[in-house]
């Protein structure tokens, strides 16, 4: 989908309207506007979308998700008298950071911990023998932080890329996702998957990719013309690293280790519907299954451009997350049962990401958008607490050398 796409569709709900500037162009700006001089490198890395298989990444699973257009950019550059600082430009902060050699985790209770998610990539190059230098960074971002579209792992990755093409380093795409999911799993503490930071290195505009969790095994899957989606914010904001997510990966870790299965991939529904498990686990379990089994359904309903098919996997993904894995809430309950009754052109919606909250994809046939949209404007899905945005596909990560810089 083109950025053009974008606009010609706001054009009539105009719900869909996007005016912010490119991240990376604010973030090298006040780098030179604090810094006097321009950065040596900008990298950015985008956010993202799981059409379906939520929840089961952790479960060595497969998974659908694909980078959107919104990014989070970072600007890098040496230390002004050694004095290294990290700027984030939304969360309008800014901190002392150590040469990342040094970086210790701060507690989550510190007013520095969002430097968690910047600096723990880069402590973890350091420990790989990459000598990163005393620096200076500023962050831009038009990721909503919180609402269920990867921002953490967009920043992490984009982190990483600056300072791998700062220093001359390259890794390849799985070790760098690894390193950013490690980052997240030590400094931020979410024990997360490795779905969001390998969608943001890998995916392709134009296509979604089936990641297969357990052998890393990856495809682009073409999104048909004809599919537009549509996120609606439910303005409920979760925090990974303290909602249960935690405690469900341990839950289907827990049903694993009762089937004597190293993850819950190697069971099929025959299998678990035998083998007795405490009812709280057997639909964690359930889910898991199902979910997977609902990702190769999607792939082939988005082959034969089958929408309606689309959306009602779609939605029984979000049942089956509701009922049984239950990340869901009453807010998130409100916005989906409002979403579903505002148009039939609405084929199908479900919240995305950790759950607790976050956004909700609706899944809709192109030529009826406006119409859809101006419906869910009316049912007041694009009024705070809640907006409502055009889910436009995005380029995987990048890294750049700055024009008119030193280095
Ligand atoms: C969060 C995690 C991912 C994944 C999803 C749920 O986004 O970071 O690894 O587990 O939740 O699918």
């Known amino acids: 989908m083109s950025g053009s796409e974008g606009r010609a569709a706001a054009g009539g709900a105009g719900a869909f309207d996007r005016s912010a500037p490119d991240p990376a162009a604010r973030a090298i700006r006040e780098f030179r506007r604090r810094f006097g001089a321009a950065p040596a490198v900008v990298a950015s890395a ?82 790989r023998g990459v000598q990163i230098p005393s620096l200076c960074a500023v962050v831009a971002s038009e990721i909503p932080i919180g609402a269920g579209l990867s ?18 380093q390259g890794l390849d795409a799985v070790a760098l996702a690894r390193l950013v999911q490690d980052a997240e799993h030590r400094f931020t503490g979410t024990p997360c998957g490795i779905m969001d930071m390998l969608t943001a290195i890998a995916g392709r505009r134009g296509e979604a990719l089936r990641l297969d969790c357990r052998t890393l095994e990856r495809r682009g899957v073409p999104l048909p013309d004809a599919l537009a989606m549509v996120l609606v914010d439910t303005g409920v904001r979760h925090a990974l690293a303290s909602s249960d997510y935690g405690l469900r990966r341990r839950e289907t870790e827990e049903a694993a280790r009762r089937l ?22 057997h639909r964690r379990a ?60 609405v084929l199908g919606a479900r919240m995305v990401g950790g759950g607790f909250g976050g956004s909700v994809l609706v899944i809709v046939e192109r030529t009826r958008l406006d119409t859809v949209g101006a419906a869910l404007a009316s049912a007041g899905l694009a009024a705070p607490p809640h907006s409502m945005r055009l889910v436009r596909s995005g380029d995987g990560y990048t890294a750049a050398a700055v024009e008119g810089s030193s280095s």
């Open 286 to 345: 359930r889910h898991v299954l199902r979910e997977i089994a609902r990702v190769d359904r999607a792939i082939e309903a988005l082959r034969r451009g089958d929408l309606a098919e689309l959306g009602s996997i779609v939605s029984a993904s979000h049942a089956s997350l509701r009922e049984d894995f239950e990340v869901s809430t009453p807010e998130v309950e409100r916005v989906v049962g409002r979403i579903l009754s505002a148009h039939p052109g």
């Open 260 to 281: 004597r299965v190293l993850s819950l991939r190697e069971v099929t529904e025959a299998t678990l519907e035998q083998a007795n498990l405490p009812e709280l686990l």
């Open 46 to 127: 985008p956010g993202r979308v799981n059409i379906v298989g939520e929840h089961v990444d952790h479960a060595g699973g497969v998974v659908l998700p694909m980078p959107i257009a919104e990014r989070t950019a970072v600007a890098l550059g040496s230390a002004v008298d050694g004095e290294g600082l990290v700027v984030s430009l939304e969360l309008r902060r800014e901190a002392a950071a150590p040469p990342p050699a040094n970086f210790e985790r701060l507690e989550p209770s510190s007013p520095q911990a969002w430097l968690n998610a910047a600096m723990g990539p880069l402590r973890l190059l350091a420990d």
């Open 151 to 168: 921002s953490s792992a967009a920043l992490g990755t984009a982190m990483a890329a600056a300072a791998l093409r700062w220093t001359g």
